[in-house]
């Protein structure tokens, strides 16, 4: 069974810095496309950038210029470097990955933005 295990989540003040990994373990044959995503409290969970097998890379309009996301086939990981954070990137954000075919879901990691 494979698993994803996000961390680097936490507090930060408006204009602060992030980085989110995110690790697949378990019986991998392929890591496809792999992604996070977001949910703030009372809002539908969001796509905020993918990374394909091959590196090309897609974000969502509102963070743009200001997140990078990034993997490591080798080490089945992807990352996701967030700078000049926004109370409004305030959610859980979620690792997502294609495995064989297999869409799989991390628990979800915390972030919060100060004003």
């Known amino acids: 069974q494979v698993q994803l295990v996000e961390s680097g989540g936490g507090l930060v003040q408006a204009g602060g810095s992030l980085r989110l990994s995110c690790a697949a373990s378990g019986i991998i044959f392929r890591l496809n496309a792999m992604g996070w995503y977001r949910q703030a409290p009372g809002k539908q969970r969001e796509l905020v950038a993918a990374?394909?097998?091959?590196?090309?890379?897609n974000y969502a309009d509102s963070v743009k210029g200001r997140f990078t996301i990034s993997r490591d086939n080798a080490k089945n990981t992807v990352y996701l470097q967030m700078n000049s954070l926004k109370p409004e990137d305030t959610a859980v954000y979620y690792c997502?990955?294609?495995?064989?075919?297999?869409?799989?879901w991390g628990q979800g990691t915390q972030v919060t933005v100060s004003s």
């Open positions: 990374i394909n097998r091959s590196g090309s890379t």
């Open positions: 997502n990955a294609d495995v064989s075919l297999q869409d799989v």
